[in-house]
């Protein structure tokens, strides 16, 4: 360790603590799983196999044999290796539990790096073998030759479910090893995935510690592995891209050694969003998530109104229409370099059709409401209006169905899935920290988990899910009334204040005519023709998935992943599927005056479906 840390002093911090790993075991653990098939056919071959070869392989009945002879249990062999130790590293529980019974220590240390069995079987990754031994009192705060516990391995060899296993079984989450390095830390430089380090900060992990020797941070860390995905996510994670080290470097000077263009631009973005380097208005406009999403939201309420606004212009050439029209596109390209953010892009979506909405609503009520009677077209679209305005609302604001839980809850469910041997990524969410509901989804926008998740809408910047599925539905119902009402309010317009000569020229000089006649309401006429298109063909998709098909649009896209939908190359057989009728009662819920009895589940706490074979529905929710 005291040469590596030369090293390091030496290369300015080039180069990290090292963990080797156990080299011997390693060998042992790949040949005993790569002659498997080999003794598989000669089965008669191990009965003159000691009795390491046979506890490597996993030949119970040999291991047996030799120990009640009169082998002993705990009695290391030349290479100072016990029994637990091949046992737990080739993750052979039966025999595990057979040496623990006949008296074999369970934190026994051995090999090159004085390890217990835990140590080997959390490098190997084996949380079975991992709950098992600390089932029999296993300690896993105990360090290795090295100065790591096991919570250290876990983080630096990527085993994401044994590090939260550790964590919840007590383990603290900032622990130093004998070098003062966290499992943070040791994410950050050796694993170049979003996990363990995602799972790390959900517990509330201390990102700005640094290690004992050198006061590098994780950021430190993932700077010198050039580990882009955890700069992102200890970045996000409000990471001090100030802190320096013993030798008063910051990450960014790091980077700079390293002439890695993009750890320079992104350390640098974020001490400029921080207010570091003096930047200049326009950069502090940049670095203001706020003021970027109000750029975001307004400009679109901006480029409606001018596109329409020049066209209706009284000016004859339409070279300088054309002109003002470039302008705008200027504009909206400095605007969209300048202060658009992807990972705000649920913003320009919902501000395009709150502008358009807005753009719709004004010409409504200023040349339209003089013109159309009030009983048989006002009412009628106000009422619409107030249903769509609050359907949007519950769209918008409303929960969409967030699975959530205590830090308490969370490790409880850690730990029963881990030593129920159900801790996998498949119904457990590594971010959130949560058993996964069936059909629930995490969704990656908002970085949440969904129950009965269908997808995320940007148009109105949530997700739709058990919570509000049903109010956007009624969204996209009103929002289609609306647009007809507004087509038929141009139409109108046009009959009333348009010279036109249909009848006489046809279709294509009609179009001209009215084109000219009034250019905004034209253009007001083309957007609710987009819209009527897109929502069209959303409410049909939507119906047809709720009452054919019993599923949501998630489920559809990805039925194959699930093991619980049939899916052939014309059809997906769902359980949830109980006939188009009763799949619009139980959706909708469905009563009329006490007649119908829609079937109400909690999406947040339905994990399974098991087969009844009593129910003429097939499946039963459990």
Partial sequence: MADVMEEYEKEAGCVPILHPEEIKPQSHYNHGYSETASRKNHVDDYSTWDIVKATQYGIFERCRELVEAGFDVRQPDKENVTLLHWAAINNRIDLVKYYISKGAIVDQLGGDLNSTPLHWATRQGHLSMVVQLMKYGADPSLIDGEGCSCVHLAAQFGHTSIVAYLIAKGQDVDMMDQNGMTPLMWAAYRTHSVDPTR?????????????????????????????????????????NVDAQNIKGETPLDLAKQRKNVWMINHLQEARQAKGYDSPSYLKRLKMDKDFRQKVMLGTPFLVIWLVGFIADLDIDSWLIKGLMYAGVWVTVQFLSKAFFDHSMHSALPLGIYLA?????????????????????????????????????????????????????????????????????????????????????????????????????????????????????????FFLLGMICWMMYGCISYWRIHCATTYAKDGFWLYLTQIASCSPWMFWMFLNSVFHFMWVAVLIMCQLYQIA??????????????????????????????????????????????????????????????????TSGSGYQLV
């Avoid at 006061?215 to 992102?232: D, M």
């Avoid at 699930?562 to 799949?583: D, L, M, Q, W």
């Avoid at 009563?591 to 706490?605: E, K, N, Q, Y």
């Fill in 199 to 239: 799972l790390l900060l959900t517990f509330n992990v201390s990102v700005n510690l640094g290690d004992k020797y050198h006061k590098n941070t994780a950021l430190h860390w993932a700077v010198l592995a050039g580990n882009t995905t955890v700069i992102s996510l200890l970045l996000d994670a409000n990471a």
């Fill in 356 to 476: 358009t909405k807005f753009w719709m609503y004004t010409t409504w009520f200023y040349w339209f409401w003089n013109d159309l009677p009030f009983f048989t077209v006002h009412v009628p679209f106000l009422l619409n209006s107030v249903a769509l305005f609050y359907n949007f609302g519950k769209s918008w604001k409303s929960d969409p169905g967030i699975i959530k839980a205590s830090e308490e809850q969370k490790k409880k469910t850690i730990v029963e899935l881990a030593e129920t041997g159900s801790l996998d990524l498949s119904i457990f969410c590594s971010t959130c920290l949560i058993r996964k509901p069936i059909r629930s989804k995490h969704c990656a926008v908002c970085n949440r988990c969904i129950a009965k998740f269908d997808h995320h809408c940007p148009w109105v910047g949530n997700c739709v899910g058990s919570g509000n599925h049903c109010y956007f539905m009624g969204y996209l």
């Fill in 548 to 613: 054919a098909l019993g599923i949501t649009t998630n489920e559809r896209m990805n039925a194959r992943r699930y093991k619980h939908f049939k899916v052939t190359a014309t059809s997906i057989e769902s359980p949830f599927n109980h006939g188009c009728i009763r799949n619009l009662i139980d959706f909708f819920g469905i009563r009329c005056c006490g007649l119908l009895r829609p079937v109400t589940v909690d999406w947040t706490t339905q994990y399974t479906i098991e087969y009844d074979q």
